[in-house]
């Protein structure tokens, strides 16, 4: 019997001993990897540490206290941990690690954020919880380089290796101090982070609660302040990680190809206000698909260029390879769509809102920038527009346009300004009301529309402007007291006006063009013009002059009807001269008709033209059209002699066809 239970005693101890030694065997494997895992950052040239490492056998926890590396960059990333638990931890091979539950505690990041230590940034995460972990049992191999650049891009790489299905951390806290532009330093807490659906480097979610900043700012020439925002429900789906590495990677810097980082972002209301009286908000915002091109977006070429705080300004050249760089960022960014809603800022006239502000963005061009719903004040009244929008926006080439001026010794030459067309190629505005002079009454503009095209060099060949607009009138001025005695309180004008060029046929023409003045008349005219050769669309003001010499004039057409512009003319002459309605348009009549002498030297339908003008002026309400044809090659710039010194010789060289008619 002694026997028996001295040989289960010994087979107890024998257990129980082999498993604490197979857990001190575990343990020491564990150390031996940890250390293995740091080995690359110490290579580098970086350092690399940690504390107590144990584990637990029954429930595969593994914990590892006081963790501390720092990278060999400068300026240095450096990362600190509390501890590190590990729960359910497995490898399933040998160069893969796993675990149920990864409990990290008392996170301190530093980072700089440009070589000349500009930004200085320091994070602290009391508690990351990761679920579901599966990542690499060892480090990747650090670049041989020990740039910022090339350590983010590693750890991009790294992140990509790693599939979890969650990553949360109640909360996390960001100091920042750039120097004399924030004395003081500023603050920043994340709360409620959470990432779902981590695997080869896309992210389906990431969503924070909120962001709550201050920071102590120093404007140039400017009294210190203090500003605090407030920004809720950030959010952003289906994010690839691998695109924004690519943007570190000079192996990248020829690649064409677009890389979506983000299907979508979206925020709830940004809150920022200030000492100095500043209060703005944001109701939301929302940006889709918002993708990366590598090789317009190397980020460390970027970083290089930016001076250090406190030093010298850039030389012009400099400068210019700055803007050059940003451009290429710009054109290195695609944006399906981007909006911001419910702008708001309080002025010292009263608050001015915003209702939307919109835009895509493509190889460094928007197609459209629109801005919805303005309202403000100024010290005349309130202004608000419905809408204003630029078409066709090439940012990328308006940031290239303002190299030009980068030296203020050699300013560009003017011409080089006709640069500018081609970047904006149209302008709209809608449902403006703005205050006119101190009458207390709005200028009105319905709509504007603006817009150019189909460029020779930088001049456009074709234009077109629609504008349908009122403004009150002002009795204290002698033009327009004119209509205000005549009945009228305000000008109304609808004006549609189109000119194009057509290349193989050589002819331009202004069509349409119509002008509606309320209450007064509506006009219409079409205009053509042959022999328009390519040369006469330059900058160069002599050579354009020299090529308009060979421009001919083609047919053209005027058709006036009259809507109340008649009668105006017909009381301001009894007025002026003191005579009854009837003395006063009889005189007007037979001042016309008195041209008719020297409209006979033209030939017949010259005083027919002048016989259908009187008649359109002696009964109201009619419709006077003339057509032009040119009886022969007619030179313009010879026409426009003719107008200045002999007009009668002018309309000599067309036939003239005139009509009246209700």
Known sequence: MLKILGGLVAAIVIAVGGFFGFQFY????????????????????????HGKISFDLRSRTVTIADLNAQSA??????????????????????????????????????????????????????????????????????????????????????????????????????????GAATPGGGEVTYSGLAIQGIKDGKIASMKVD??????????????????????????????????????????????????????QITTGPYVVTSGQGLNMRIDGMTIDDLALRPSRMQLQDLLALIPPPGGAPPTPAQARALIEKVAKVYEGIRIASAEMRGFSVQTPEGPVKLAAMRFNLDGGKVNEFAIEGVDGRTPQGPVKVGRFA??????????????LYSNPAQPPAPDQALGMFPLIEGIELKGLAAPFKDTGKPVTIDAF??????FIGSIPSRLRLALKMAAPLDARDPGQNV?????????????????A?????????????????????????????????????????????????????????????????????????????????????????EGIMSNGEQAATVGPDAVAAIDAIAHFVESPGQTLTLKLTPKGTVPVMQLFQLLQNDPIGALAQFRIEASTGL
């Open 449 to 454: 529309n603006l817009d150019w095209g189909q």
């Open 73 to 178: 960059a400068q300026p240095p990333v450096s990362i600190k941990i509390g501890s590190l638990t590990a729960s359910g931890a497995s490898q399933p091979h040998a160069a893969r690690f796993s675990a149920e539950s990864i409990e990290i505690t008392d996170v301190e990041i530093g980072a700089a954020m440009a070589p000349q230590q500009a930004l200085n940034l320091a994070y602290k995460v009391s508690r990351i919880t990761v679920k579901d972990y599966s990542g690499p049992a060892s480090l990747k191999q650090p670049p041989a380089t020990s740039s910022s650049a090339d350590i983010y891009r590693t750890a991009l790489e790294q992140f990509a290796r790693v599939t979890a299905t969650s990553i949360t951390a109640p909360n996390l806290t960001g100091t920042m101090n750039q």
């Open 483 to 499: 209509l205000v005695t005549a009945g009228l309180d305000k000008a109304a004008i609808d004006l549609d006006f189109g000119a």
């Open 210 to 263: 909120g962001v709550v900043f201050t920071v102590n700012v120093q404007p140039a020439g400017g009294k210190p302040d203090k500003l605090t925002g407030n920004l809720t429900d950030i959010a952003g789906h289906d994010i690839d990680t691998t695109a924004m590495a690519a943007l570190f990677d000079p192996q990248k810097a020829s690649d064409d190809q677009y890389y979506r980082a983000y299907r």
């Open 26 to 49: 575990t343990q020491q494997r564990i150390a031996s990897e940890v250390e293995a895992a740091l080995e690359p950052i110490r290579a580098a040239g970086g350092k690399a540490s």
């Open 390 to 403: 630029l078409k066709s926006l090439d940012i990328a080439g308006l940031l290239r346009m303002s190299a």
């Open 501 to 589: 060029w057509t290349e193989a046929s050589r002819s331009a023409a202004l069509e349409p063009v119509t002008l509606d003045l309320g209450g007064i008349a509506k006009a219409t005219a079409r205009v053509s013009l042959t022999n328009v050769p390519r040369g006469v669309f330059t900058p160069n003001a002599l050579q354009s002059a020299a090529m308009a010499g060979q421009i001919d004039a083609g047919a053209i057409e005027l058709t006036l009807r009259d809507t109340g512009g008649v009668e105006l003319l017909v009381s301001q002459t009894a007025r002026t001269q003191n005579l009854s309605r009837d003395a006063a348009r009889h005189s007007l009549v």
